[in-house]
């Protein structure tokens, strides 16, 4: 249950935290790199405080990133589970009545033959259709 927009919910959080970790640790890896390498006219005590400033623009865009991208895990997830309750369930209970109605034609069928076969007196030993298939 979420209390507000910018709450995670607890099936999410480990998702969320590792995708918020990753992305802090890349983010400020490659800050430090690009302070270090790249501006080199800074002095020592220039560079720290850009990466320090740096920083909290990295935490700002990871947040949002991790947010929206756990957002569209979650509607994903939403989705999937609606087509599947609505096509696929439905398909698979039609593919089940369809086998039962042919098991029922497959037994009528032989119970025909053996009531057939019982009115002229004639030996009957074809097996039932459940031992045919099994067999």
């Given at each position: 249950?979420?209390?507000?927009?910018?709450?995670?919910?607890?099936?999410?959080?480990?998702?969320?935290?590792?995708?918020?970790?990753?992305?802090?640790?890349?983010?400020?890896?490659l800050?430090?790199?690009?302070?270090?390498?790249?501006?080199t006219?800074?002095?020592?005590?220039?560079?720290?405080?850009?990466?320090?400033?740096?920083?909290?623009?990295?935490?700002?865009?990871?947040?949002?990133?991790?947010?929206?991208?756990?957002?569209?895990?979650?509607?994903?997830?939403?989705?999937?589970?609606?087509?599947?309750?609505?096509?696929?369930e439905?398909?698979?209970?039609?593919?089940?009545?369809?086998?039962?109605?042919?098991?029922?034609?497959?037994?009528?069928?032989?119970?025909?033959?053996?009531?057939?076969?019982?009115?002229?007196g004639?030996?009957?030993?074809?097996?039932?259709?459940?031992?045919r298939?099994?067999?």
């Amino acid at each position: 249950m979420r209390e507000s927009i910018w709450s995670i919910s607890p099936r999410w959080k480990t998702v969320y935290f590792f995708l918020f970790s990753v992305q802090s640790v890349l983010g400020t890896g490659l800050l430090s790199w690009y302070e270090t390498t790249q501006r080199t006219e800074d002095n020592a005590v220039e560079t720290i405080l850009a990466v320090i400033s740096g920083m909290a623009e990295v935490g700002v865009a990871t947040a949002v990133t991790t947010i929206v991208v756990t957002e569209v895990m979650q509607n994903v997830m939403v989705t999937g589970e609606y087509l599947r309750q609505k096509l696929v369930e439905p398909l698979k209970e039609r593919q089940r009545a369809e086998g039962r109605a042919e098991e029922r034609e497959a037994w009528e069928a032989w119970n025909r033959r053996r009531m057939a076969a019982e009115a002229e007196g004639k030996p009957f030993d074809e097996p039932p259709p459940s031992l045919r298939e099994n067999s």
